[in-house]
């Protein structure tokens, strides 16, 4: 936990695709602070006419890299999300090539019931997490 959702234009090489997993899981390390091998990452890939991600006014001049975040979250702070914001397009931006202005990340926060890592079980609320 987090789950990081990634949506993309279809046709990156699989190690492109990858590549940006790694950075952002490196700047959810970072910036949340959770463990290692806490990583749920799932991609969807679509054509490029399904994907229509404009600037709303901002100016910014979005590519077909666009990847756009939505994560599931327990409750972070403003200053992480900030953090969290900022790395994602730094890493991705140095390891990708992806240009700031092809990120849009959004956040949606849930609480400990909201979760089962499997087994039927609510990990947070039973103490194993």
């Known amino acids: ?18 590549k940006i997993l790694d950075s952002a899981h490196q700047a959810v390390l970072e910036a949340f602070g959770v463990p290692e ?7 969807h890939q679509h054509p ?12 910014f001049n979005r590519s077909d890299d ?7 979250s327990k409750q972070r702070t403003d200053q992480q999300k ?6 994602l397009a730094e890493k991705l931006e140095k390891d990708c090539g992806i240009s700031p ?7 949606v926060t849930n609480r400990d019931a909201d ?3 499997g087994k039927g079980e609510a990990q947070f609320l039973t103490g194993k997490l």
């Open 1 to 18: 936990m987090p789950l990081l959702t990634f949506d993309i234009i279809e046709g990156r090489d699989p190690s492109k695709v990858k």
């Open 37 to 43: 091998r806490d990583r749920y990452q799932i991609v």
């Open 48 to 59: 490029k006419h399904e994907m229509i991600i404009e600037d709303t006014g901002l100016g």
């Open 66 to 72: 666009v990847v756009v975040i939505t994560i599931t």
């Open 82 to 87: 900030k953090k969290l914001y900022q790395l």
């Open 101 to 107: 202005d092809d990120l849009m990340v959004s956040i």
């Open 115 to 117: 979760w089962s890592f």
